[in-house]
C-alpha cells in the first residue's frame, strides 16, 4: 500500500528540524503527527519544555513551534504494509533540500530513529551548514528504550 507524509510543521523561527521516516497507519488516520497512543513523542517533548501532560495536537505543535522545533519525514510517499519502518520500500523523499533553502534558520536536523537517518543519508547529502543528530526512535517498536532513556537522549535538543 502506498502511503504519503504529511506536509512540514515549520515557521519563520524554526531552528530544529525533526525528521521521522514516514507516518503510521495510526497518524494517517488521524492526520496528526505521532498519533499511536504507545509512540513516546509527545511524552518526550512535553517532559522536555515542561508541558502540560494532556495537550490537545494543536497545543502540542504550539509548544514545538514555540520552541523553535519543526517537524517532518524523510519520505514523502513509500510503499509499506503496515506501520514498521522496516517494511518501508520504493520511497520517494521530500523536498528537504527546498525546505532547508526557504528556512535559513534551521541549523539542526534531529532523526527519530536510525530508519529516518539511513533513508536522509540515502537521498539526500549532509550540508555543513547543518548539524545532524540521530536519536532513539520514540516508537513503541523501540522496545530497548524505556520512556527516561528516551529523556535523556533527546534533552539534547534542549541543551544547545
Known sequence: MRK????????????ILI????????????????????NRFWKVITHLFNGPEQTNYTEKIDLLLKNNIGLWD??????RPG?????????????????????PTI????FNGQKAYSLYL?????REDIMYRCLPSTSPANAKSNLENLIQHWRIIISD
Open 4 to 15: 504519503k507524509s504529511f506536509l512540514p510543521l515549520v515557521n519563520s523561527t524554526t531552528e
Open 122 to 126: 540515502k537521498h539526500f547529502n549532509k
Open 19 to 38: 525528521l521521522g521516516s514516514l507516518p503510521g497507519d495510526k497518524s494517517l488516520a488521524e492526520n496528526k503527527y505521532y498519533a499511536h497512543p504507545q
Open 83 to 103: 506501520s514498521m519502518d522496516l517494511a518501508i520500500q520504493n520511497e520517494r523523499p521530500n523536498q528537504i533540500v527546498e525546505l532547508l533553502e526557504t528556512h
Open 74 to 79: 524523510v519520505c514523502a510517499e513509500a510503499s
Open 107 to 110: 541549523t539542526q536536523i534531529i
